[in-house]
C-alpha cells in the first residue's frame, strides 16, 4: 500500500517568487492537512481539506494557500516567497474517522 | 500560546535504559493524543496514541502515561536501543482536523 507522496521533495526558490507543492494521499483517506517544519518554530499548522473543502486554516498570512482535487490529492501555493518560508512542509492524510494521521516525506523548500 | 509543551529538548540514554518524554498541554478540549517519531529527512511517524479514557497504554517496548489531572503524558521507551535514536514529538488533538506539536525530544541512544 503506498504511502503519502510529496511531490517536490527539494525545492530552491527566489525571494518573491510562488512556489506549489502536491500531495497525494494514501488511497481511500479524504483528509489532507498540511504543515510547516521549522528548527525555530517546530510543527505548525496550516490547513486541512476535506472532500475539497478546507475545513480549519492555521494562523499564516493568506500567501499561504492551498486546495483538493476530486481525487483528494492536494496542492499548496506559496506567494511571495520570503526567506523566513524556507522549511519542510509535510502533509498528512488520513481516512474519515479514523485518528490515525500519516505523514509523507516532507517538501524541503529553501528560499534564497 | 503553545498549546502543548514538550520537555526535555534533547536526550541521552545508554542502550538498554529508559528513556522518558513529557508534554503537558492546556487544553481539556484534546481528547486525543499520539506520538511520532521522525528520523533526519523523513517525515514523522505514527509510534502509539492514547485516549484520555485510560491512563496507561502499552505497545511493544513503547508507553503512554496519561494524567488527566494533571494534564500531563509521557511517553517511555524500555530497553532503549540505538536504533531508537530519533526526534519525537507528542501532539494533541480535539477534533482530529488540526494537531498541536509538542517543540520535540531529540534522543540519542548510546551503544
Known amino acids: 500500500k503506498a504511502g503519502v507522496t510529496q511531490t517536490p521533495r527539494y525545492l530552491i526558490k527566489t525571494r518573491g517568487q510562488q512556489v506549489t507543492l502536491s500531495c497525494s494521499p494514501i488511497?481511500?483517506?479524504?483528509?489532507v492537512s498540511w504543515y510547516q517544519q521549522t528548527p525555530g518554530q517546530g510543527l505548525q499548522f496550516l490547513f486541512e481539506?476535506?472532500?475539497?473543502?478546507?475545513?480549519n486554516k492555521g494562523n499564516f498570512p493568506g500567501r499561504f494557500s492551498g486546495r483538493q482535487f476530486s481525487n483528494s490529492r492536494s496542492e499548496m501555493n506559496v506567494s511571495t516567497l520570503e526567506l523566513g518560508d524556507s522549511a519542510l512542509y509535510l502533509c498528512?492524510?488520513?481516512?474519515?474517522?479514523?485518528?490515525?494521521?500519516?505523514f509523507g516525506q516532507g517538501t524541503r523548500l529553501t528560499v534564497v | 500560546q503553545q498549546q502543548v509543551k514538550q520537555s526535555p529538548q534533547s536526550l541521552i540514554v545508554q542502550k538498554g535504559g529508559i528513556s522518558i518524554i513529557n508534554c503537558a498541554y492546556e487544553n481539556t478540549a484534546f481528547d486525543y493524543f499520539p506520538w511520532y517519531q521522525q528520523f533526519p529527512g523523513k517525515g514523522p511517524a505514527l509510534l502509539i496514541a492514547?485516549?484520555?479514557?485510560?491512563s496507561e497504554k502499552k505497545e511493544g517496548r513503547f508507553t503512554i502515561s496519561f494524567n488527566k489531572s494533571a494534564k500531563q503524558f509521557s511517553l517511555h521507551i524500555m530497553d532503549s536501543q540505538p536504533g531508537d535514536s530519533a526526534t519525537y514529538f507528542c501532539?494533541?488533538?480535539?477534533?482530529?482536523?488540526?494537531?498541536?506539536f509538542g517543540s520535540g525530544t531529540k534522543l540519542n541512544v548510546k551503544p
Open positions: 492514547i485516549r484520555p479514557d485510560v
Open positions: 481539506y476535506f472532500s475539497e473543502t478546507q475545513r
Open positions: 488511497s481511500g483517506h479524504r483528509s
Open positions: 501532539a494533541a488533538t480535539g477534533n482530529f482536523n488540526k494537531f498541536y
Open positions: 498528512a492524510s488520513r481516512r474519515a474517522g479514523n485518528t490515525e494521521a500519516f
